[in-house]
């Protein structure tokens, strides 16, 4: 991405110490600019008056139940077909004994998402949740992106209202944020045309927080999009936000091209992903929360995220697969001790936090 060098964003500064919102023109700049001095102060300048020195994270798990999918975008290194090579999918019991790896930790979190199974009927899902909600009913069950309600639903024959309430009676919390990619039609008609459009996913957030379900929402960046899709993006997760006040956090997501269609393009650097998040930050003015999403940032970029925006790590992240299979090379998960260390590395107070943002536990051990 060319920034331009004589570009000055001293003045959005200011803005932004106002309380003023930021502008669609505003936004590019910000993308634009090589002052990123003014730019990373701003962003830990929201950071700080929303949630001060606190970095959060929790204890969670990854529960990737299938790779399976009918879907064939073009970003993704995760999803096979029935009888390709790596093709998994875990039976109810497999599932219940993974979730079982959590249910001694206190306030933890189950993060279920995976591919677009042809053939799992609708009530496998259900069970799916009712059946790790009845063994462990403290861990709090985050699951099942947009795409996967808009499946259940076509399965089901239901509406999404249904579904998801459906789900919440069987047992589900919250909703992860996978699936947005880049809220633009062309982005989604060049790279999954299949796929659960722009309008759609947002409408089912939108539907989700009526019916009493927080969620997240991402941004999959650093592939086809251009700077203004990325804006325009951000522009729709505050209007949604307005709107309703569901989304818990953003998490932007870099993309990874090893092992996907798009494996020829060069993944962008620490640099572009520190700018992102102190734009979303930024930009997000009513969201009260920017994720460092580790996994797919690395360790130390997330730590010195920590400075331009972001104030949540996310967690130990135990067996995460889908940034893996496309070259991740961050570790299968980490300890809570090198989270803490990392959080105080930025000049942060590491505090583990439940999977709705409430405080669990100020970190004062070493």
Not at 178 to 199: H, N
């Amino acid at each position: 991405m060319q920034t331009v060098e004589t570009d000055s964003v001293a003045d959005l500064e200011v803005k932004v110490r106002a309380g003023e919102r930021l502008t669609r023109d505003e936004g590019l700049r910000l993308y634009r600019t090589a002052d990123v001095e003014s730019l990373y102060r701003a962003a830990n300048f929201v950071r700080e008056k929303k949630n001060g020195r606190r970095a959060y994270y929790n204890v969670n798990m990854h529960l990737n139940y299938s790779n399976i999918c009918t879907d064939s975008c073009m970003f993704c290194a995760f999803g096979k077909k029935r009888g390709d090579e790596g093709a998994y999918e875990m039976s109810l019991e497999e599932i219940y004994q993974r979730a079982g790896y959590l249910k001694d930790s206190g306030a933890a979190e189950v993060h279920i998402v995976g591919g677009l199974h042809p053939d799992y009927p609708y009530e496998y899902y259900l069970e799916m949740i009712r059946g790790i909600d009845q063994r462990y009913p403290n861990i709090h069950i985050k699951a099942f992106t947009a795409v996967e309600i808009d499946l259940l639903a076509k399965l089901s024959g239901k509406s999404w209202r249904e579904v998801l309430q459906d789900l919440k009676a069987a047992g589900m919390d919250s909703m992860p944020g996978g699936g947005a990619e880049v809220l633009s039609d062309r982005v989604f008609r060049k790279l999954c045309p299949d796929k659960t459009q722009p309008d759609e996913w947002l409408a089912i957030h939108k539907t989700a927080h009526e019916v009493g379900f927080r969620s997240n929402a991402t941004m999959l960046f650093g592939h086809v999009e251009k700077i203004e899709e990325r804006v325009d993006h951000l522009l729709r997760l505050r209007a949604l936000q307005d709107e309703t006040g569901g989304f818990m956090a953003f998490i932007p997501l870099r993309f990874h091209p090893e092992n996907t269609a798009l494996q020829k393009l060069p993944m962008v650097g620490a640099d572009e992903v520190l700018r992102n998040i102190a734009v979303g930050r930024l930009m997000l003015d009513n969201f009260d929360h920017i994720k460092a999403y580790w996994i797919q940032v690395g360790l130390e970029t997330a730590r010195d995220a920590l400075n331009c925006g972001a104030d949540d790590f996310d967690g130990t992240v135990l067996d995460e697969r889908i940034t893996h299979f496309a070259g991740a090379r961050t570790p299968i998960g980490v300890q809570q001790q090198d989270i803490w260390r990392l959080i105080r590395e930025a000049g942060c107070v590491p505090v583990r936090r439940d999977s709705c943002y409430n405080e669990v536990e100020v970190i004062t051990a070493a």
